[in-house]
């Protein structure tokens, strides 16, 4: 079965600064990768998916992320971060199976923006 | 884009009373819908794949009987929280894809049992 580990469960940064989210899978196969972010008591918004080809990818808002196969990783990267961007973050793994996508999310990485 | 809409928001209920949570998906059909509950401050679980004209398959460890999940047209996919107690008040949240590999997620539903 596949799983999906966010070791930082909080994370502070300046507003400005660069910011970098962790993320690590297992599974047995080629994996289809999502970063997710979720405002307080909303849903989730897709930021961006990996499902093959550039191993980096650009989603929205500014982010990017690079799948890593040697090191199992699916980290997040924005350059400079906005007050805006303060969220919760899951990064998920789904089974190989286009039009039932059930996905298994990490346990989220809390942001928050200091001025 | 995809709108994944959920419907209420937030519902507060006695125990004991069942409640309905809608999810419609709003410019798309949608032959397949998921709900996941999220406890606080923890990430979102998947309870259960809901199929238009068909029953639902629920994950391990979800009671079919106390979460009932009805998949009635293209556009609704409805969950029941039958006889709920305060163990149920979680964020549920509803899903779907309106092209494969995108799955969109609805406002989430809030309910808090007394």
């Known amino acids: 079965a596949q799983s999906v580990t966010q070791p930082d469960i909080h994370i502070t940064v300046s507003e400005g600064a660069s910011l970098e989210l962790r993320c690590n899978y297992s599974?047995?196969?080629?994996?289809?990768l999502f970063w997710y972010v979720q405002s307080p008591g909303q849903g989730l918004q897709l930021l961006l998916k990996?499902?093959?080809?550039?191993?980096l990818v650009q989603g929205i808002k500014g982010f990017e992320a690079e799948f890593k196969r040697s090191q199992s990783s699916f980290n997040l990267r924005k350059p400079s971060v906005h007050w805006s961007d303060a969220a919760e973050y899951f990064c998920?793994?789904?089974?190989?199976?286009?039009?039932?996508?059930?996905?298994?999310f990490g346990t989220g990485t809390r942001l928050t923006i200091i001025p | 884009g995809a709108v994944v809409s959920q419907h209420p928001s937030r519902v507060i209920c006695k125990s004991g009373t069942s409640v309905k949570i809608e999810c419609r998906s709003l410019?798309?059909?949608?032959?397949?819908m998921f709900w996941y509950r999220q406890f606080p401050k923890q990430s979102l679980m998947l309870m259960a794949t809901?199929?238009?004209?068909?029953?639902?398959?629920?994950e391990q460890g979800v009671e079919k009987d106390k979460f009932l999940i009805n998949h009635a047209s293209l556009t609704l996919s409805t969950l029941t929280v039958t006889s709920a107690h305060p163990e149920d008040s979680s964020f549920y949240i509803c899903?779907?894809?309106?092209?494969?590999?995108?799955?969109?997620f609805g406002e989430g539903s809030r309910l808090t049992v007394l």
């Open positions: 899903s779907a894809l309106p092209r494969p590999g995108e799955l969109f």
């Open positions: 599974y047995g196969a080629t994996p289809y």
């Open positions: 990996y499902f093959s080809g550039d191993t």
């Open positions: 998920a793994v789904g089974l190989s199976n286009f039009g039932n996508e059930k996905l298994t």
């Open positions: 410019d798309f059909q949608a032959t397949t």
């Open positions: 809901s199929n238009e004209g068909s029953k639902a398959t629920y």
